[in-house]
Nanobody, 127 residues
Framework: QVQLVESGGGLVQPGGSLRLSCAASGFTLDYYAIGWFRQAPGKEREGVSCVSSSDGTTYYKNSVKGRFTISRDRAKNTVYLQMNSLKPEDTAVYYC????????????????????WGQGTQVTVSS
């Protein structure tokens, strides 16, 4: 059974950091790209970052480039999103999702391309 479980969200002040985790089970990260998405209230879900399985190539939305880092731990079958210098506009529910192929589709990163999703974790950036 394929599952993705996010954790690590919370309330943080502007300028702070959080590390989100996406623990995968029922499949191996060796063959699937993983994407991180976020959805703020009243807004569409948007792609934030993606990591390809084939060569570990990473991709980032322009507004998070230089602040967020996606990584994967094959031994733990887990993908991380390290978020630094957080801003109030980063506030959203963050989701990880599996792409049914090894190479990220960037910059399109359409949610419809992803076949399994986690339940989401809330990130709130506020003073």
């Amino acid at each position: 059974q394929v599952q993705l479980v996010e954790s690590g969200g919370g309330l943080v002040q502007p300028g702070g950091s959080l590390r989100l985790s996406c623990a995968a089970s029922g499949f191996t990260l060796d063959y699937y790209a993983i994407g991180w998405f976020r959805q703020a209230p009243g807004k569409e879900r948007e792609g934030v970052s993606c990591v390809s399985s084939s060569d570990g190539t990473t991709y980032y939305k322009n507004s998070v480039k230089g602040r967020f880092t996606i990584s994967r731990d094959r031994a733990k079958n887990t993908v991380y999103l390290q978020m630094n210098s957080l801003k109030p506009e980063d506030t959203a529910v963050y989701y990880c999702a599996r792409l049914p192929r090894g190479v990220c589709s960037w910059p399109s990163m359409g949610p419809w391309e992803y076949d399994y999703w986690g339940q989401g974790t809330q990130v709130t950036v506020s003073s």
